[in-house]
């Protein structure tokens, strides 16, 4: 089987109305930058059918889709772990499955780590040309400035809390990922192997179809994963 010159990371829970949409919109993407892909579906046992809808997807043999179901739900990092190890290309990344990340932006995600410009790229909401569809509430647009300004002074990037983003398999090297949270670009970029990190400016759309994954739990999981991130730049000085 030829090795793919990327795999594409997309965790799922409950997005049965989505995974139809995301995958024809990713392989569309890449098939027209000429980057051949393995599409990489982590399903934390969605009660909907996801999984078996992607595996529907995978056995027309039109899109290279691969589905690992988990049993249960273990958090996003998790998800994200068990797909790099599974993945067979030297460029990896992850997108959410919700559409809130354009597909049509991944040529400009994963060509300079193809062509050895970058070890991470990051689709930003905050880089110059970058913004969020139709807005957010007031009360989103707070969390989300309020997580990013934390990271700051850990991360060498303004959108340190994307979910859309590639990197070189070596820069994973040896990282020993939490158990759980929610941020995997954060512990790449604090705990990672890399110099040169590019953003490449996005405009996010919040979800269309299905429910948002963020609630109070979460918003305590990023603070306690954050502090431990804190902790593990500290020891490394």
């Known amino acids: 089987m030829k090795r793919p010159a990327v795999s594409v990371i997309v965790a799922t829970y409950n997005e049965a109305e989505n995974i139809p949409k995301i995958i024809p919109r ?6 027209k930058a000429k980057i051949d892909e393995e599409i ?4 934390d046992n969605s009660p909907d059918s996801t999984s078996g809808i992607a595996r529907r997807m995978a ?4 899109y290279p889709v691969r589905v690992i179901e988990r049993k249960k739900k273990q958090g996003l990092i998790q ?9 067979r290309a030297d460029v990896i990344g992850c997108m959410d499955a919700d559409l809130s990340h354009p597909p049509e932006k991944l040529p400009e995600l994963i060509r300079p780590i193809l062509d050895g410009n970058a070890d991470i790229t990051v689709g930003s909401k905050y880089a110059g040309g970058g913004g969020i569809k139709n807005g957010w509430p007031l009360k989103r647009r707070i969390m989300s400035w309020v997580a990013m300004t934390l990271a700051r002074p850990i991360s060498p990037v303004k959108d340190s809390v994307s979910g859309f983003f590639f990197f070189r398999h070596s820069a994973i090297k040896g990282i020993e990922f939490r158990s759980k949270g ?4 954060l512990e790449i970029l604090v705990k990672g192997r890399y110099k040169t990190t590019i953003e490449v400016p996005i405009t996010f759309a919040d979800r269309a179809r299905g429910q948002s994954k963020l609630g109070k739990s979460e918003i305590l999981g990023y603070l306690a994963h954050l502090a431990q991130l804190y902790k593990h730049k500290a020891l490394k000085k």
Do not use: M, P
């Open 182 to 185: 929610f941020k995997t670009l």
């Open 40 to 43: 990489i579906v982590v399903d």
């Open 26 to 31: 990713i392989h569309e993407a890449l098939n």
């Open 79 to 87: 998800a994200d772990v068990d797909g790099f190890s599974h993945a």
């Open 59 to 62: 056995k027309t043999g039109k």
